[in-house]
């Protein structure tokens, strides 16, 4: 980003924020709440989809009384400023993926580690909406930042888009993958042989067309809204990771809520979660197909059993790293985790 571009970018967010004070003032003098919602995706993505039902029923609900207004990609900065607007209460709700809120909540990272989750999604979108375990750990440490977990939830598969097929671990030798800022997705690839290379999310396109990079990992829904298949040759479903994102509210803010507004907005949430995963399966096989008929030449790779079991002994020590990392409360949330996503017999 040139100087120019980065002064504009800051300028453009200064502007916007002093205007999100400005009604934060102007909503405090009426009786109308505005709630403000920011998105890690663009408009037409799996989160938006999310937000804008959110907003429908909540103003449906309130009769008026709360306005939620919405903020895409892009608008307030990169995830992290998400995260941050969060906390310090300029926004009161945000979604924040999980490789990301790794960097403040080590135990998050959790839900990154290679071959976790259950194949049979329904089942893990239970697990992740109402585990026990998961809304005590990792919500605790995330009240002592000052946010609150309201839901986790599945975007789809993690699907590698790259230049040249991969089917085992070898195949990545001299291979760069863009991946997030996140110290456990970074090992992961550092063992399955890649050199990941982490970069926010608006910078991958041009890192791929320019060959800094010869590969990404996203859902499919993401890669084909963001045209990085235009850029790569190959899809390939490795089993390895699916893409999982939190909804995340200001502590301070969700305390302050009368009992009215409070039970509107659980009840909004738990309403969601079958919602939006009927919605993200839809929209990741509607966008595949859109990729298909857009780029016919397009490679389709599903690794076989056999194939996804030697990358997931690749990745096997990654589970050590976590347990190193978060002690204890990791590894009871790790096995709390493991027996509930174990395939039922």
Sequence with gaps: MTTRNWYLKTLSMSVLLASLSICSAFAAESSTKVWRFGLEEIEGSVQDIYAQAFKRKVEDKSKGEVLVDIYS?????????????????TLQLTHASVGILGA???????????????????????????????????????????????TLYLEGDMVWSTNKPIRKPTDFNEFSMRVMNSSLVIKTFE????TPVPMPYSQVYGALQARIVSGQTNPVFSIEEMKFYEVTEYLIWAGQQKFTTSVLANQAWYLSLSPAH???????????????????????????????KSKPSMGIIKLTKREQ?????????????????????????????????????
């Design 191 to 194: 063992l399955l042989g890649a």
């Design 104 to 150: 403040y909540i080590p135990e998050m990272q959790v839900f990154t580690i290679p071959y976790l989750y259950s194949n049979n999604d329904a089942h893990t979108k239970d697990v992740l909406a109402t585990n026990p375990t998961i809304y005590e750990i990792v919500g605790n440490a995330l009240i002592d930042k000052d946010l609150r977990l309201m």
């Design 262 to 292: 409070k039970r509107m907005l659980n009840e909004t949430i738990e309403e969601l979660t079958p919602y939006i995963f009927e919605q993200q399966t839809a929209l990741n096989s509607a966008q595949l197909a859109a990729i298909k």
């Design 73 to 89: 990609y892009g608008m307030l900065g990169e995830s992290e400023d998400l995260t941050n607007l969060t906390a310090n209460g």
């Design 309 to 345: 079991a030697a990358f997931k002994a690749a990745s096997a020590p990654v589970r050590l790293q976590y347990i190193e990392n978060t002690g204890p409360t990791g590894q009871r949330l790790l096995d709390a985790l493991e027996v509930a996503l174990a395939p039922s017999k």
